[in-house]
Structures are given as C-alpha cells and as structure tokens.
C-alpha cells in the first residue's frame, strides 16, 4: 500500500536523521543491540551466516561458530546504524571516526583500483576517502552500488554517498563508467567479493570453494595500466572507529591471466577475513551460485 511504504519511508528517513547526530559512543550500542536481535530472532540470513561460516572454518565447534556469528551480527548491526552518520553527517563528523592511512600517494593522479572488500566499515572507508579527498582536492573516488529495491531510499543513497564529489554506478553499467572515469584520472573503488551471477564472473577458490567472483579488476587495471591496491576498512582495537588501511600496489598484477589474477585477490581478501572473521559480510549468499552440476550450499 501506497501510504503504509510513505510512513515506513518517513519513518527511517527521521531515524536515521537523529542517529546521525546522537552521540557515537551511543549509536555503536544501539547498533549492537540491534544486531544481537537479529541474531536470535529466527530468519533466513542468520541461517545464511552459519552456513557461510560452517563452510569457511570447518574446524570450528558449533559453539564456537555461534559465537563468532553473534559477535558478526552485532558488528553488523553497529555499520548499519553508523551509516546514518557515514551518509549524513559532516565531513569533520566521518573523519573523526574513520582514519585514512595510505601507503600510495592518492592525489599524483596515476591511474589507480582500490579494492575494497565486503567489511562491515567498508561504507565508511568509501565516505572518508571521498570526504578527504574534497579537503585536500585529489582525484574523486568512484565506487559502485547495488541498486536497492526501495527507490526512494536508492536515490537518496546515491546523493548522500556523491555529496564530497565521488561518484557512485550502478554496478549494471560499471566497466564502460568505470574505464572512462578512470581515463579523467579518478579513482575506482571496486568491491569483488560478491556472487553477481555468471555474467562477468569466474569460479575460482576463496576458502577453498569454486566461488563466482567478479573478474573485471584484472579487465580493468590491463585495459588501463591502473596500479591495484587493497583498500581496507577495520575496526581499531579501541573498538571506537576505524582505519582504512590502503596498500601499496600488487607487484606484478594484472598478469596475462585473468583467472589466475581474480583467484590471487581472493586469496588476499581470504588473508584478511582470516584475520578479523568477525568483521565480514557473512550476510551474503558469498557461495549461491554454484559451477554447472554443484548442488546449493544454502538449501
């Protein structure tokens, strides 16, 4: 109904409004109070957490991948309520909690991917570079989005994320966007580590699982001569913001194999996940669509 979807809009439109502007230290409880629900309410994606987990660490006990699940929801839960102050709060209010420590010169102008995986700061991570980058008047960050079902909140999504001048593209339409914003000598933030389907993806291991992932970094940095570096956002052990860590570029990447590229920033991102297990999108269907003949991993 027309006016029931207007009220839910009003109503987290105004939610978000006030959590953007309560104090932090109590927009990390709300959110992990709220995570802590999701995790004992019955539903399809705690179900999907487990298994993804299950998959990943097959040596853990059943208590210790519940544990692990319930502290990832409550993180999760936590980014969800902080992207209220990621989307609408200043440029000083996003750099107070999220640092950027880069290891390349982000404002020479080379052509450069950033990729940044599926952690709960990554939202965060893409805000403050592109709120730094306004300050100090380096080449915009351009990331790509998923589009949302709720139109209403799909476009303010994208005027809130392009408001310090980056840009954000459907991922539908990314490498011809992509190749031309990286021509002007912007920055593109790509995001891999995601099951889109067979269109533009390959199988290859992430935890030793054929697993469909996105190929078009590899694409992208041989088509342009782009530098690659992993952009990560994590929490900080105070557990009161977060760093995104900016590598130097992969030595000798792209290759002339694209396969073999893709498999090798799994393995990087696996290295990541490995060390802070807690802080990845477990939420998704990382493994749904399976190699001709696989059975699902979810049914």
Not at 45 to 67: D, G, H, W
Not at 100 to 114: C, E, F, H, T, Y
Not at 218 to 231: N, Q
Request: glycine share 6%.
């Amino acid at each position: 109904m027309t006016w029931l979807s207007n009220l839910f809009n009003f109503l987290a439109l105004s939610l978000l409004r006030l959590f953007a502007f309560l104090p932090y230290v109590l927009t990390i409880y709300v959110g992990y109070g709220l995570g802590w629900l999701a995790a004992h309410i019955p539903n399809s994606r705690a179900t999907v957490v487990k298994t993804n987990l299950r998959l990943c660490f097959p040596n853990l006990s059943e208590k210790e991948i519940s544990a692990l699940a319930l502290e990832h929801w409550k993180l999760f839960g936590r980014s969800v309520i902080e992207r209220s102050r990621v989307w609408l709060g200043t440029r000083e209010q996003i750099l107070s909690f999220v640092a950027i420590q880069s290891k390349v010169d982000l404002g020479d102008k080379k052509p450069r991917i950033l990729v940044n995986p599926h952690f709960v700061g990554l939202e965060g991570g893409f805000m403050a570079f592109s709120a730094l980058s306004a300050r100090n008047h380096w080449p915009n960050g351009v990331g790509l989005y998923q589009k949302m079902k709720n139109p209403l909140f799909n476009q303010k999504m994208v005027k809130w994320r392009d408001r310090f001048g980056g840009k954000s593209i459907e991922r539908q339409h990314r490498l011809r966007d992509l190749l031309r914003e990286l021509k002007k000598g912007n920055l593109a933030i790509i995001a891999p580590d995601i099951d889109l389907g067979p269109q533009d993806s390959i199988f290859v291991p992430f935890f030793g699982i054929q697993t469909s992932t996105v190929d078009s970094v590899s694409r992208l940095a041989k088509i342009t001569g782009a530098e690659v570096s992993l952009m990560t956002t994590t929490l900080n052990q105070d557990r009161k913001g977060y760093t995104c860590h900016i590598d130097e570029p992969l030595p000798n990447f792209p290759s002339d194999n694209v396969e073999k590229d893709t498999a090798r920033l799994n393995q990087c991102i696996e290295e990541l996940v490995r060390e802070r297990p807690a802080e990845y999108y477990w939420i998704h269907k990382r493994f749904k669509h399976r190699p001709p003949g696989e059975a699902s991993l979810y049914d």
